[in-house]
């Protein structure tokens, strides 16, 4: 992996912001006849992004009325669950990609707007289990009026969320457990033990503002520490770009091996206007959960 590396001024002001959507409506990009019915999104194939949420809506609906979606509760704080071994050999990153791409889902999630059930693209997350266990970021949930989630893979298929297997407020973590056929193995990552050390080469695929399975790439810029109420958040810096829409996407190294789970941007600013509104844009820092803190939930 390469990357390039500006320097930036310092900052005043810090604005912070997780990395999914408010509610709202589709993409307008595509010119797609919304009349005929939407077309799964193909392996090796451009995406059309409007057209992908479209299809995700529909069989989402289709799981939705047969009464496969439900609400989801996060009374549980740990699970344990059968990782995938931990590679220690490099592999190109066009390898590592495909795989994280094929490991990676798109969320979405029904909600009661007025008198309707609405639907939304939520985030993102990625299977750390063959048996169909993803994880996400917790305050993807958060949403009060959600009626459940569904889950898009890469090849096109669409599962419900079943249940929560384990969460951490704490951190902001939460596994998933989508119901999927007897059987059936998915393509999981394996997640890394130890903190990614400073300036090792990472990439991201996410879902930023609906422009799902996009791949970023940069370095690991260094590790922190938050001191919340409720006990400390552990949070890693990258410079591989996302944005709304891509909580719970993996970061993942040379190994192919997710060291990271993507979690929020604070936005520095320079100044002040005369109405206290923040001012030159400076720099956009991109924070992901550490992989060795999901470790811990899932009883490693």
């Not at 409007?50 to 740990?78: D, H, I, M, Q």
């Not at 903190?195 to 690991?220: D, K, N, R, T, Y």
């Amino acid at each position: 992996m390469t990357f390039h590396f500006s320097a930036i001024l310092l900052a005043l002001t810090v604005a912070t912001g997780t990395a999914e959507p408010a509610k709202k409506a589709p993409p307008t990009r595509s010119r797609a006849n919304h009349a005929t019915t939407p077309r799964a999104p193909i392996i090796g194939q451009p995406f059309d992004d409007a057209e992908v949420l479209r299809y995700l809506e529909a069989e989402g609906r289709k799981l939705y009325k047969a009464g496969k979606v439900k609400p989801v509760t996060t009374a549980a704080r740990r699970c344990s669950l059968r990782l995938p071994d931990v590679p220690t050999e490099r592999i190109s990153l066009p390898d590592a990609a495909k795989r994280a791409e094929a490991a990676t889902v798109v969320l979405g999630e029904f909600f009661r707007e007025k008198d309707a059930i609405a639907f939304s693209s939520a985030a993102g997350g990625f299977f750390v289990s063959e048996s169909g266990a993803i994880v996400t970021s917790l305050h993807v949930l958060k949403e009060k009026d959600s009626r459940g989630f569904v889950a898009l893979l890469r090849d096109g298929r669409v599962f419900p969320v079943q249940e929560a297997l384990a969460a951490s407020p704490v951190e902001d973590l939460v596994v998933l457990q989508l119901e999927i056929p007897e059987g059936m193995k998915v393509t999981a990552l394996p997640l890394a033990a130890e903190p990614a050390p400073m300036g090792s080469q990472i990439a991201v695929i996410s879902h930023p503002e609906e422009h799902f399975f996009l791949l970023s790439a940069g370095i690991v810029s260094r590790h922190t520490v938050w001191r919340e109420e409720n006990g400390d958040a552990h949070l890693m810096t990258i410079n591989a770009d996302f944005a709304k829409g891509s909580s719970g996407c993996p970061v993942f190294d040379e190994r192919g091996v997710v060291v990271g789970v993507v979690n929020n941007t604070e936005s520095i600013y320079y100044d002040e206007d005369e109405k206290r509104r923040q001012v030159d844009l400076q720099m956009v820092v991109k924070n992901a959960t550490p992989s060795w803190v999901l470790r811990h939930l899932v009883g490693e």
